[in-house]
């Protein structure tokens, strides 16, 4: 069987600071297009569409010292969510045709081990992108950290960081659903219009031009925040210590003004959460795929009705690979960014 | 009815900083001793123990920004927790000779919203004293956050800072109860004696001559920390993060180092809470007093038998109350800081 070629991106190094594009290199490999022998529960895959995440920034890092105890491999291709067609399957639950999403290496085709696939994507009336996002991991990490983290109840005040984000603009929309008072922030003026007019938020915030957030949330928030769904950290989370109400909670899903810095800023309101009774409740998503049927029946319809939205910003080919995934550290992408490999 | 002398402990203005003895006065005033007419639901107690605690601290600031919306008015007695005995009563529940513990002010006699009082004191063969401690609001504390906060597993790995204080020596031991391995944290080496020779925890750190907080932690606990019982904030709790273990809880009682900063420290290693799904909860014993019967059915067995033991470090005189109460703060005390204004 001929050889293809297989593109790939791969990490020169760890990281240190801000991720840059030439932190990785594009490569040409090949591939021989057919299962190996003895390649039980390995499946061969064709790369669709891949994921950039702020938590990919962590597996960057040199492990040692990082708050990810995994990371990349230096000089192999880095890996992600990302949606993939199956050519040949070694596993019994897959089969040639079949369309999956889960962890799989920023590569033209890889060999993956069955275990990396989250899921097989039975629902296709909605664009096969979307399972790098709304039904994929950010999808389940806004579902289960503002639901079941979060706790929320109706009327209550909810306050989002990085809102208009692949997480963000989610929770900002679920919270709206669950008839609780949603404010946003975000970092251009886009995005701010994107929260109000695209996702419905109450009020947004375009924290770049703020000088003082904390007079600012007590603006919008006179009795304080109950839910602050974080995925920023430092200065934002200092400020809404500050505001938050009586027994709130923070589910933290990220911190990504922190994964770049090599000496974190200090939170210096912690305090704060003794009296108010404040619970921070650091989560991993992958902690809560078993609620995916859940969320699926709770997501799709909403989806197909109009009623939520999803935002992406595409970069087409692998070789866009690096400035998208090194664009959502600088706030470049408007909404959920997802590099297209090929579309079929 | 002839008046007799009250001294009081007056606080002269909000504090800013550490408190200084300066900042409190002691003034003699007077008060009859009979409730004036139609002092319903008011009690008139004679004070017999005061409690020096750390959150008093709280209640100094200006309440504009302070982390305890409540405050002390200045020129007014300060109050906090204390045993007292019941002179005359107009509330039904108390007559008297009752012994009691609540809050009251410091001062010799008060008149008191029976409201105020927490519980009528029945158990009366253990030191009274003991119901500013063990028995009272820092045996609930270390009781509800151990148990009902940090939710303990037998053999689980537990830190406690402020560990000889008045709620951290009982961790300490309830933790050695439930099966738990313990390391505690002072400030001297008579605390750091105290917590493995009188508390039975099983290593201690005297954390003044520590330089690398961090790397004590990883020797004593090479397999993470489960139950962080959080009474001092800043450096303390840095260096806790980055020692978590999986799923691992932070009850926060209280972040003494902090109260009497004007700029409170940093703390950088927040992030760390994420891939750990690290539990932080702020919590305030006030809402678990429903739970006081069952302590007790817990805790006086203990005490009667000795498996239990309570450290006291007591001051003589409602005038040596300012010096205790500052005391407490430059860790003076060893043990629950007491100041007993009468024995009977």
Redo the contacts between chains.
């Keep these: 069987m001929a050889e293809v070629k297989n593109k790939r991106v791969i990490l020169k190094d760890y990281v240190t600071g801000f991720p840059k594009e030439s932190d990785m290199n594009i490569v040409d490999s090949t591939i021989t297009l057919k299962l190996p022998q003895g390649s039980d529960n390995v499946v061969l895959v064709k790369n669709l569409y891949l994921s950039c995440d702020p938590y990919m920034r962590?597996l960057m890092s040199n492990p040692q010292?990082s708050?990810?105890?995994r990371a990349y491999t230096p000089q192999s291709a880095i890996a992600g969510y990302g949606v993939s067609k199956v050519l040949e399957s070694g596993h019994k639950d897959y089969k040639e045709g079949d369309l999956v999403w889960g962890i799989t290496n920023w590569e033209e085709y890889s060999l993956i081990p069955a275990a990396q696939i989250h899921f097989k994507i039975e629902n296709k009336d909605v664009p096969l992108s979307y399972y790098t996002g709304i039904l994929g991991m950010p999808g389940m990490t806004a579902y289960t950290g503002f639901f079941e983290v979060g706790s929320p109840k109706k009327g209550e005040n909810v306050f989002v960081s990085a809102a208009s984000g692949a997480v963000g603009q989610l929770v900002g929309q679920f919270a709206k659903l669950h008839g609780c008072y949603v404010v946003g922030s975000a970092g251009t003026k886009e995005k701010v219009d994107l929260l109000k007019n695209k996702f419905g938020y109450d009020e947004a915030i375009n924290y770049k031009e703020e000088q003082d957030l904390n007079a600012v949330l007590k603006r919008h928030f006179p009795e304080g925040i109950d839910i602050y769904f974080e995925n920023v950290?430092g200065k934002t989370?200092d400020a809404v210590l500050?505001n938050m109400r009586l027994n709130g909670r923070i589910p933290?899903?990220?911190?990504i003004s922190?994964?770049n810095l090599t000496?974190?800023?200090?939170?210096?309101?912690?305090?704060?959460?003794?009296?108010?009774?404040?619970?921070?409740?650091?989560?991993?998503v992958a902690?809560f795929y078993h609620l995916y049927p859940k969320f699926l029946e709770f997501v799709l319809p909403h989806i197909r009705e109009g009623k939520v939205v999803y935002v992406e910003d595409i970069a087409e080919g692998l070789e866009k690979g690096p400035e998208a995934l090194v664009g959502i550290f600088k706030g470049h992408n408007v909404g959920k960014q997802v590099l297209v490999v090929s579309r079929e």
Tied chains: 1, 2.
């Design positions: 962590t010292g708050i990810n105890p950290g989370l500050l933290v899903c990220g911190m922190q994964y000496e974190p800023e200090g939170v210096t309101n912690l305090a704060h959460i003794i009296y108010k009774r404040v619970l921070l409740q650091g989560f991993i902690d």
